[in-house]
C-alpha cells in the first residue's frame, strides 16, 4: 500500500520516479536520479490507456520509490457530465497509479502544479525546460498499444512530465 506524503520535499531515497497525468489517454513519465549531486531525468514517456487494460510501459517491477498523480479537480459550476467524467478520469487515476506498485504516492491537483496558466502557453514552458535528449524523448514515446504517441494527444504527456518537473523541483 503506497503511502500518501506532503508534496513540499522529496524522500531522501527516493531516486525514481514516475509521474501520471491520467485521462482518456493518460500520459506518464518516467523519471530517474543517479546521486544526490545529479538532477531528475526524463528517461521515457508515453500514454496509457487503463480502461483498456494499458499501463505505463517499462515501469511496473522497477522499484519505483514514487508515484506522482495529478487527480481532477472539480470545478465550481460544472455540469453533470463534466462531473460523471471526473469520476471515470478518477477511476483511471487509481488504475494507472497502482499499477506503477510505486511505495510512495503524491497526489496533486492541476491547479496545484500548474495553476490557471493557459495549456498552450504552459506546454511551451514545459519544452524549455527540457534538455535536447529529453525533448528527442517525447518524439519517440509510445501509446499503450506500441503505436506512436499521436500529435493530437502529445499534450497528456507533456503534462506528465510538465507535473514531473514541478514536483521534482526542476521547474
Known amino acids: ?4 506524503i506532503p508534496v513540499k520535499s522529496l524522500p531522501p531515497l527516493a531516486r525514481s520516479a514516475v509521474t501520471i497525468d491520467p485521462g482518456a489517454n493518460g ?3 518516467l ?8 538532477g531528475w531525468v526524463l528517461y521515457q514517456c508515453g500514454l496509457a490507456r487503463p480502461d483498456k487494460g494499458e499501463r505505463p510501459a517499462g515501469v511496473k517491477g ?13 470545478q465550481h459550476g ?18 494507472l497509479a497502482e499499477s506503477t506498485q510505486a511505495r510512495e504516492l503524491w497526489v496533486r491537483s492541476p491547479h496545484d502544479w500548474k495553476g490557471g496558466v493557459d495549456k498552450a502557453v504552459h506546454n511551451g514552458r514545459v519544452m524549455k525546460r ?4 529529453e ?19 502529445i499534450n497528456n504527456v507533456i ?13
Open 1 to 4: 500500500m503506497a503511502l500518501m
Open 27 to 29: 500520459g506518464w513519465a
Open 31 to 38: 523519471w530517474y536520479k543517479l546521486s544526490d549531486q545529479t
Open 62 to 74: 522497477r522499484g519505483l520509490g514514487l508515484c506522482v498523480l495529478e487527480v481532477p479537480q472539480h
Open 78 to 95: 460544472d455540469t453533470p457530465k463534466r462531473t460523471n467524467d471526473l469520476f471515470k478520469t478518477t477511476l483511471r487515476a487509481g488504475l
Open 130 to 133: 527540457l534538455s535536447k535528449e
Open 135 to 153: 525533448l528527442d524523448l517525447i518524439g519517440s514515446c509510445r501509446t499503450g498499444a506500441g503505436g506512436l504517441v499521436p500529435a493530437s494527444l
Open 159 to 171: 503534462d506528465a512530465i510538465g507535473l514531473g518537473l514541478v514536483s521534482l523541483g526542476r521547474w
